[in-house]
């Protein structure tokens, strides 16, 4: 009596989560399309610095207008790359498009203002990427100290050697790397000692709550307290709240990223923000 055909297969399934599967699959058919036909933007959010409330860097975030779905979210769509192998040509756009950008921006920006990428666990890996990043600074004239080009631990634990040989590499050119979600993965306190990092970026999970829980407050301090004893420079994320950026500017950190000061924007509007101090948007 049971059915001999291949729907056999899904009998276990619910149908909410074929729907699913269907629409993850129609997504990664028109992600093929993507590039070619200008569905991505990049997007740029502030960086704060806690001292002037000036924009000292920015960092590109991957926008995809999917023609039907609308705005896709790159946490939905860039495991859909990786898993594809796309990654690797979107990449290599996202690093040029930011680059060429950044130097578009010259006139209206600080001279130090930092261009902050982030990197996907493929392309990191990738000895290719070092070669990349030099000629893309030769042939953009960025200088190497204004491209941050940001990790993951969980990027980095994949291989720890190799990616302490490749960190090695790229701060050599002049590039800066920031480990980025800090205390979200694996945060050996080992990795940090061995990985030539230039800037920790906290990650929001610990900013969300800091004015109700004295636990964050606390693994905030001592994460500030850390990077600095390291020589980092610390970037918290997420911060939304007058309340959350008045407590980290307290602890010392320098620099505040998240909506408090700004959504990520485009570039037309990081232009017009220019020197000028940054208003926060909810104060
Ligand atoms: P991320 O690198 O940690 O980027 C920060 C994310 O937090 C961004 O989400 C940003 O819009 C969001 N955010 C910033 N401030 C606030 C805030 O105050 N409150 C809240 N609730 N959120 C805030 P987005 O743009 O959706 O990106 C999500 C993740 O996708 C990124 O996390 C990054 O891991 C990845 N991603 C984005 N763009 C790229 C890219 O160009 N390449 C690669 N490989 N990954 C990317
Ligand atoms: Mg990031
Ligand atoms: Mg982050
Ligand atoms: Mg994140």
Redesign the pocket.
């Known amino acids: 009596q049971a059915k001999q055909d291949g729907r056999m297969s899904f009998r276990h399934h619910s149908p909410e989560m074929n729907a699913r599967v269907r629409a993850r699959n129609l997504l990664m058919e028109s992600l093929y399309q993507a590039m070619e036909q200008n569905q991505f933007e ?2 740029y ?1 502030p960086q704060v610095g806690v001292a002037d409330n000036c924009i000292h860097g920015v ?5 995809w207008h999917h023609p039907d779905a609308g705005m896709v ?3 939905v769509f ?1 495991p859909l ?1 990786e898993e594809s192998g796309l ?1 690797v040509k ?2 290599s756009w ?1 690093l040029k498009a ?1 680059c060429k950008q950044r130097m578009l921006w010259n006139q209206s920006v600080s001279e130090n203002l930092t261009i902050a ?4 666990a493929k ?1 990191f890996s990738d000895e290719l990427l070092i070669h990349q990043v030099e000629q893309l600074l030769d042939e953009t004239g960025l200088p190497a100290h204004c491209l941050e080009l ?1 990790v ?1 631990e969980s990027t980095i634990i994949q291989n720890i050697a190799t990616s302490q040989n490749v960190l090695k590499r790229l701060r050599s050119i002049g590039v800066k790397m920031a480990m ?2 800090f205390g979200t993965g694996y945060s050996s306190l080992a990795y940090l000692k061995q990985l030539p990092l230039d800037v920790l ?1 906290i ?2 999970l610990f ?2 709550n800091l004015q109700q829980d004295e636990r964050d407050r606390a693994i905030a301090r001592a994460i500030i307290g850390l990077a600095h004893e390291l020589g980092l420079t610390v970037i918290a ?4 709240s007058k309340e959350q950026y008045e407590l980290l500017a307290n602890m010392g950190c320098e620099l505040i ?4 000061f700004s ?2 924007i485009s570039s037309l509007e990081i232009q017009n923000i220019g020197l000028k101090r940054i208003i926060p948007q909810h104060p």
């Open positions: 990049l997007l959010q960092e590109a975030l991957l926008r979210s790159p946490t860039i790359l990654i979107v990449s996202i930011a990428v982030n990197l996907s392309q940001e993951t980025d979600d970026k990650d929001r900013v969300a994320e997420g911060v939304e990223q998240g909506f408090y959504k990520p």
